[in-house]
T-cell receptor
Framework: AQSVTQLGSHVSVSEGALVLLRCNYSSSVPPYLFWYVQYPNQGLQLLLKYTSAATLVKGINGFEAEFKKSETSFHLTKPSAHMSDAAEYFCAVSDGGTSYGKLTFGQGTILTVHP | NAGVTQTPKFQVLKTGQSMTLQCAQDMNHNSMYWYRQDPGMGLRLIYY???????DKGEVPNGYNVSRLNKREFSLRLESAAPSQTSVYFCASSEGTLHTDTQYFGPGTRLTVL
């Protein structure tokens, strides 16, 4: 069975600073990995996904993530934080086994951006 | 396109009451899902429907039932609500069941059981 661990339930950065949200996964088969964002009182929206085509994945709003098999990681980064990035971010994994289409989510990381 | 819609947005129940959460999608997706979100626990899958006419249990199905009414609609029923079912419920849909398919989420239903 797959699992996801997001390191840090809260991350705080200043506007213009680097954003780094950490995600490590556990999967017995090659994983498919996703980052979703949830703005206050809204549903989840896909930021980006890794589907084995390229290890560096670019998403919306300037975010990107790099799949590192040796580290079982899929950390999310953005070079310069904006106030509008304040939200909760979820890493999720869909393993390549029999549980097709079913996502396992991490516990989420709340990003706060200070002016 | 409205995407995925959910009703109601908010609901307060007393212990033992029943209710049905409605979900509909207009993207002609085959697969639909119900999740619950609790603080510090991410989202957990309750039930899913890979295609019209099929439903399967997810990680936390106890206390819930679902109906895939047609391709567009997927409802979640609480027969006898308990305080432990206080949560935010999200419906999602995807084109199919490929591992790479993106799931699209509705705005959620915030349920409180007293």
């Amino acid at each position: 069975a797959q699992s996801v661990t997001q390191l840090g339930s809260h991350v705080s950065v200043s506007e213009g600073a680097l954003v780094l949200l950490r995600c490590n996964y556990s999967s017995s088969v090659p994983p498919y990995l996703f980052w979703y964002v949830q703005y206050p009182n809204q549903g989840l929206q896909l930021l980006l996904k890794y589907t084995s085509a390229a290890t560096l994945v670019k998403g919306i709003n300037g975010f990107e993530a790099e799949f590192k098999k040796s580290e079982t990681s899929f950390h999310l980064t953005k070079p310069s934080a904006h106030m509008s990035d304040a939200a909760e971010y979820f890493c999720a994994v869909s393993d390549g086994g029999t549980s097709y289409g079913k996502l396992t989510f991490g516990q989420g990381t709340i990003l706060t951006v200070h002016p | 396109n409205a995407g995925v819609t959910q009703t109601p947005k908010f609901q307060v129940l007393k212990t033992g009451q029943s209710m049905t959460l409605q979900c509909a999608q207009d993207m002609n997706h085959n697969s639909m899902y119900w999740y619950r979100q609790d603080p510090g626990m991410g989202l957990r899958l309750i039930y899913y429907s890979a295609s019209e006419g099929t439903t399967d249990k997810g990680e936390v199905p106890n206390g819930y039932n679902v109906s895939r009414l047609n391709k567009r609609e997927f409802s979640l029923r609480l027969e006898s609500a308990a305080p432990s079912q206080t949560s935010v419920y999200f419906c999602a849909s995807s084109e199919g069941t490929l591992h790479t398919d993106t799931q699209y989420f509705g705005p959620g239903t915030r349920l409180t059981v007293l």
